[in-house]
């Protein structure tokens, strides 16, 4: 199985930063990483797809890059709407896998 | 609008079964994997398997092989999850989860339905 590790699990930051969360892969996922969102209570939506592509509707201030088994998403600049957990998921090869997800709390 | 809709919350006795079921509207049912991902209490999320709608072929994880059993009836564009000889640690919500697509493998996991919390205790 491909592991998957984020970093941190936690993060404390402020409206306006730029915040960026790390996934880190134990084999090779090519680009088929991708980066959830989940709020509180409610199941996760997906923000970008294949390493850098932003889903339909999702702000511009997400983005995504990395190859290989290094990949990040970035908040430009981080909205009060944006405080939640952050998961990434390798699709490349079953059983599918997520990272263990990043907290990011209000400062 | 695309959208999947989950069965309502379950609760059940160790040792027992529970089928969840996930209605698809919206789109071509048999164009998109229907996945199964679950999340225990304050955890994370764990990836129990897939279907493929338009084949019934089937992916699980290891860790439910014998466990679990995902099906399809195309009819009316369900699909359907049964865990068995359930325990106290399966109490999580139990999501669907629409992607890829058969033919952009590429895609994530767009359409998520609202989940089904699922409770095991005597």
């Known amino acids: 199985d491909i592991q998957m590790t984020q970093s941190p699990s936690s993060l404390s930051a402020s409206v306006g930063d730029r915040v960026t969360i790390t996934c880190r892969t134990s084999?090779?996922?090519?680009?088929?990483l991708n980066w959830y969102q989940q709020k509180p209570g409610k199941a996760p939506t997906l923000l970008i797809y294949?390493?850098?592509s932003l889903h339909s509707g999702v702000p511009s201030r997400f983005s995504g890059s990395g190859s290989g088994t290094d990949f990040t998403l970035t908040i430009s600049s981080l909205q009060p709407e944006d405080f939640a957990t952050y998961y990434c998921?390798?699709?490349?090869?079953?059983?599918?896998?997520f990272g263990q997800g990043t907290r990011l709390e209000i400062k | 609008q695309v959208q999947l809709v989950q069965s309502g919350a379950e609760v059940k006795k160790p040792g027992a079964s529970v089928k969840v079921s996930c209605k698809a509207s919206g789109y071509t049912f048999t164009d998109w994997y229907i996945n199964w991902v679950r999340q225990a209490p304050g955890q994370g999320l764990e990836w129990l398997g897939r279907?493929?709608?338009?084949?019934?072929?089937?992916d699980y994880a290891q860790k439910f092989q014998g466990r679990v059993t995902m099906t399809r009836d195309t009819s009316v564009t369900t699909a359907y999850m049964e865990l068995r000889s359930l325990r106290s640690d399966d109490t999580a919500v139990y999501y669907c989860?629409?992607?890829?697509?058969?033919?952009?493998?590429?895609?994530?996991?767009?359409?998520w339905g609202p989940g089904t919390t699922v409770t095991v205790s005597s």
């Open positions: 084999q090779t996922t090519s680009n088929y």
């Open positions: 989860a629409r992607g890829p697509s058969t033919i952009r493998l590429w895609d994530g996991m767009d359409v």
């Open positions: 294949a390493t850098s």
């Open positions: 998921q390798q699709t490349y090869t079953t059983p599918i896998t």
């Open positions: 279907i493929t709608p338009n084949s019934g072929r089937t």
